[in-house]
């Protein structure tokens, strides 16, 4: 069993930066590869990024890449998205989650395990 516990968001201008963190419990954390998703009102939740379970990969959506960064740290079982050249359509709940195997990293199904998501406005 893991459990996430996401943290960072908040209110920002147009261009800025947040870092958006994700705490999760459990011995097993660094076996898992991590996600990163978002959901805008009326919207879908999107894949936004995902690492590997070592962190030596990483991988984007198109949306995002060159913007944003993933990260891990698995001694501190915290996986992080460093967000800058923030735009008002980044604006959604994001959300962190866990998942055995990479392969299938951009559908949101086959996630195991998920926080209960952090809001992120940016205003124009």
């Known amino acids: 069993q ?6 960072g968001g908040g209110l920002v ?7 958006l963190s994700c705490a999760a419990s459990g011995r097993t954390f660094s076996s898992y590869a991590m996600g990163w998703f978002r959901q805008a ?3 879908e939740r999107e894949f936004v990024a995902a690492v590997s379970s070592s962190g030596r ?4 959506a ?11 740290d698995n001694a501190k079982n915290t996986v992080y998205l460093q967000m800058n050249s923030l735009k008002p ?29 952090t809001q992120v ?4």
Not at 2 to 7: A, G, H
């Open 13 to 19: 201008q147009a261009g800025g930066s947040l870092r």
């Open 89 to 117: 359509e980044d604006t959604a709940v994001y959300y962190c989650a866990a998942r055995a195997a990479l392969l299938g990293y951009r559908e949101y199904v086959g996630y195991d395990y998920w926080g209960q998501g």
């Open 41 to 43: 009102p009326g919207k």
């Open 57 to 60: 990969s990483t991988f984007y």
């Open 121 to 124: 406005t940016v205003s124009s």
């Open 62 to 72: 198109d949306s995002v890449s060159g913007r944003f960064t993933i990260s891990r």
């Open 2 to 7: 893991v459990q996430l516990v996401e943290s």
